[in-house]
């Protein structure tokens, strides 16, 4: 007993034999560190790869037939617990399109030093992880759906034809035949993120097919194809180089400047217009008006790099007034209130 209690004294005294136990306290706390903070940067690499700033595109157009889902007069009602499914799925989908696109993007040597998409350019992900990250997001879009069918008073075989034919074309917009490379992409968005969205989400709380949302969709679709014409006129070289054909190829950079000014600001005509016609509450969306005047002055100056963020961004606020404006209005065209 004696020897053993003289032996832990002189190791607790001893210099050395404390150093080293400190050092290997220290690498063991380095080392879940680094795991924790590897586990962290590689989780938000993931999210970044979503391009979480452009889904706002799916996303407000979703509130938007849910809105209108809940002024149909008639209408059962209102669900919110399929209000969280619709946009989970939309988002989920969007999400996917938008890895799809990086993967292909980089495949076709499209991404290269200069792109905005850094994922697989600067080895961020792998593109195996790229793409078990695409077909989990379309997994959880398909497990959404399944649950939505279960609740949603639509036919499932209505419901499947909108939802699939927006995860279909989530794909083929770069994958398959890749529709973006033959100036096809624009026209694609243009029914996805606008009618599609909202209709699938109108369809869902009612079950009802009403083309009339198609009316309200459109401001919003506009919207968000100028965010998809920004980005490929500032990729305009790039794009060419990589033998790809957009529509702002094909009408050259000056057309592309006219085309995105009405892409722009057609939408805040439309309010104009529901505002003198219908409801004063239509006016909401132009408090962005003036935002949108500053990016189409920053096009004109071609310093358009950071436009597509911008656009962005203003689609976001744009659509949450848009759909505040519908839920506030007491008259609105093929719609009254419940």
Known sequence: METSEKSSIQNENNPLSNGIAKANSKINSDKKSNKGRSGLMKFSSY??????????????PTLLGSTLAYKYPGATDFNYITLILTVFISVSVHGAGNVVNTYFDFVKGIDDRKSDDRTLVDHILTKDEVVSLGALLYFAGCVGFILLTAISPAKMEHLALVYFGGLSSSFLYTGGIGL???ALGDILILIIFGPVSVLFAFMSQTGRLEWATIYYALPLALNTEAILHSNNTRDMEVDKKAGIVTLAIVIGHTCSHVLYAALLFSPYIMFIIKTIKYSKWFVLPLV??????????????????????KTAKLNLFFG???????SIAPNMPFFVNR
């Open 180 to 182: 973006k490379y033959i």
């Open 320 to 326: 949450i007034l848009c759909v505040m404006s519908c």
């Open 288 to 309: 962005t008006l003036p935002q949108a005047f500053k990016i189409e002055k920053q096009f004109r100056t071609k310093d358009i790099a950071d436009i597509p963020k």
């Open 47 to 60: 999210i970044l790869a979503l391009r979480p700033w452009s889904l706002s595109g799916s996303l407000i």
